[in-house]
T-cell receptor, first 115, second 113 residues
């Protein structure tokens, strides 16, 4: 079955540590996205990538980094510079975003807790 | 700029009641509009979409009509079930900003038997 996988489902981190969240898709989608979800808020875009080896900052990129070395993979690193990293992180992908009306497909999410 | 405003929740309904969740948007140009649903602890799933004015999206008994004159995309269902309990997100996709998505804050729905 095609889809998006995120791992791990739950992640605990000590303050001052970097941590990497995995996102893999087998939908052959060009574009991939990372969102952060906090209680009572909508989704906020962290980073997105429309093609391999290229990515752009979203609205809240500070304290995060990404890479896009393969079409299928878009890992997110939460660095120690991110002041409030505890949140639910969602990865998404879509076909080429050049045409409108293309929905985003979401993974199951990773819940990160900083201890 | 682009933004989505949803009615605040939480919303609690009895089974078989009529559901409306209001969504209005601000956008330049002609955005595509979406409703997503999120069950507890999971990612978002597409519920329905509409890509141009007067289009009606529908799925699983839910429907929403793209109203350009009122910049709205209200979600409706005639008879809700307990299994509809979830958080519902309205979203727009704007061609003018590289087809990025803009999400509302979500509306939590609880359906009681």
């Amino acid at each position: 079955d095609g889809g998006i996988t995120q791992s791990p489902k739950y992640l605990f981190r000590k303050e001052g540590q970097n941590v990497t969240l995995s996102c893999e898709q087998n939908l052959n989608h060009d574009a991939m996205y990372w969102y952060r979800q906090d209680p009572g808020q909508g989704l906020r875009l962290i980073y997105y990538s429309q093609i391999v080896n290229d990515f752009q900052k979203g609205d809240i990129a500070e304290g995060y980094s990404v890479s896009r070395e393969k079409k299928e993979s878009f890992p997110l690193t939460v660095t120690s510079a991110q002041k409030n990293p505890t949140a639910f992180y969602l990865c998404a992908s879509s076909m080429t975003p050049l045409a409108g009306g293309r929905e985003q497909f979401f993974g199951p999410g990773t819940r990160l807790t900083v201890l | 700029g682009n933004s989505v405003t949803q009615m605040e929740g939480p919303v609690t309904l009895s089974e078989e009641a009529f559901l409306t969740i209001n969504c209005t948007y601000t956008a330049t140009g002609y955005p595509s509009l979406f409703w997503y649903v999120q069950y507890p602890g999971e990612g978002l799933q597409l519920l329905l979409k509409a890509t141009k004015a007067d289009d009606k999206g529908s799925n699983k008994g839910f429907e929403a009509t793209y109203r350009k004159e009122t910049t709205s995309f209200h979600l409706e269902k005639g008879s809700v079930q307990v299994s509809d309990s979830a958080v519902y997100f309205c979203a727009l996709q704007s061609v003018n900003t590289g087809n990025q998505f803009y999400f509302g804050t979500g509306t939590s729905l609880t359906v009681i038997p």
